[in-house]
């Protein structure tokens, strides 16, 4: 099992560039979220989705787009990359039905100049 | 929205000397979770809380979910350099739909 895999591990970008963060997991989980990490804030949810199909927005979702096509896999696009959008983002999977707890990934370190 | 506060923001213990963070929400929480994070890592899952008044051990840890389930504790008993690390409480409310994390509590530990 190889878990949460994210890539790239890090990224630079252009204001006003657009990327994929790609995330996916093998534990076949139901429940995918991203989240971002900027220092003194914590972890704030971006997107979250349930199951294939089904995604919604978390606490800060402005600037991002999610699709979920496959159990397995949960992009995150930034369609026009801004400095703002400089963090650390986390996938993170679950399956709620046993313990809840969420597995991470390793995590993109992304600088947007 | 729902907020989910720590404190404190950071901890500097001596080593063998207790450390307690606290998590408050604004809302009543269905469950609680508490994660770990090590300098430049992921979070990792440490434990969930469900029933009010809860408590759980873990070797020298100590987790509580409050009687109203909008707080809860994590004591570490006697720190080792090993606890270093932030610690971060993340909320629960109907069902798992929306985790709220807390701001996290980082713990150095001095030798």
Redesign the interface.
């Known amino acids: 099992n190889a878990g949460v895999t994210q890539t790239p591990k890090f990224q630079v970008l252009k204001t006003g560039q657009s990327m994929t963060l790609q995330c996916a997991q093998d534990m076949n989980h139901e429940y995918m979220s991203w989240y971002r990490q900027d220092p003194g804030m914590g972890l704030r949810l971006i997107h979250y989705s349930v199951g294939a199909g089904i995604t919604d927005q978390g606490e800060v979702p402005n600037g991002y787009n999610v699709s979920r096509s496959t159990t397995e896999d949960f992009p995150l696009r930034l369609l026009s990359a801004a400095p703002s959008q400089t963090s650390v983002y986390f996938c993170a999977s679950a399956d709620p039905e046993t313990r809840g707890e969420q597995f991470f990934g390793p995590g993109t370190r992304l600088t947007v100049l | 929205?729902q907020q989910v506060m720590?404190i404190p923001?950071y901890q500097h213990v001596q080593e063998g000397e207790d450390f307690t963070t606290y998590c408050n929400s604004s809302t009543t929480l269905s469950?609680i979770?508490w994660?770990k994070q090590r300098p430049g890592?992921?979070?990792?899952?440490l434990i969930?809380l469900v029933k009010s008044g809860e408590v759980k051990k873990q070797k020298r840890l100590t987790f509580q979910f409050g009687e109203a389930k909008k707080n809860s504790s994590l004591h570490i008993t006697a720190t080792q350099t090993t606890d270093v690390g932030t610690y971060?409480c993340?909320g629960?409310t109907g069902?798992?739909?929306?985790?709220?994390?807390?701001?996290?509590t980082k713990l150095q530990v001095i030798p």
């Open positions: 929205g720590q923001q469950n979770q994660y890592g992921h979070p990792v899952f969930q971060f993340a629960l069902g798992y739909q929306k985790v709220t994390f807390g701001t996290g």
